[in-house]
């Protein structure tokens, strides 16, 4: 089992930033990847950006070159700065991890005003 903790998010104006966290605990061991996903009002939870255990990242074309994801494998942490937010940035962001399982933070609430 892993759990997650997610922190951060808020109300900000376009092009204002927001940086969310997210601390793992339990199995941290099994980790294979750490993202965040998005869910807006009536739409599909989409994935916003993962970084992998041995390299490399993925971003959604949306939020590349504005939001940038980092992991703290010493502390079991994933973050995403997000710069230069857009309205249609506002959704629900989940921390996600993958090991044999998918496990979901509680989600964080990010709005955008325009």
């Known amino acids: 089992q892993v759990q997650l903790v997610e922190s951060g998010g808020g109300f900000v104006q376009a092009g204002g930033s927001l940086r969310l966290s997210c601390a793992a605990s339990g199995r941290t061991s099994s980790i294979n990847s750490m993202g965040w996903y998005r869910q807006a009002p009536g739409k599909q939870r989409e994935l916003v950006a993962r970084v992998y255990s041995r390299a490399g990242t993925y971003y959604e074309d949306s939020v590349k070159g504005r939001f940038t994801i980092a992991r703290d494998n010493a502390r079991n942490t994933v973050s995403l700065q997000m710069n230069s937010l857009k309205p249609e940035d506002t959704a629900v962001y989940y921390c996600?991890?993958?090991?044999?399982?998918?496990?979901w933070g509680q989600g964080t609430q990010v709005t955008v005003s325009s």
């Open positions: 996600n991890v993958k090991t044999l399982f998918d496990y």
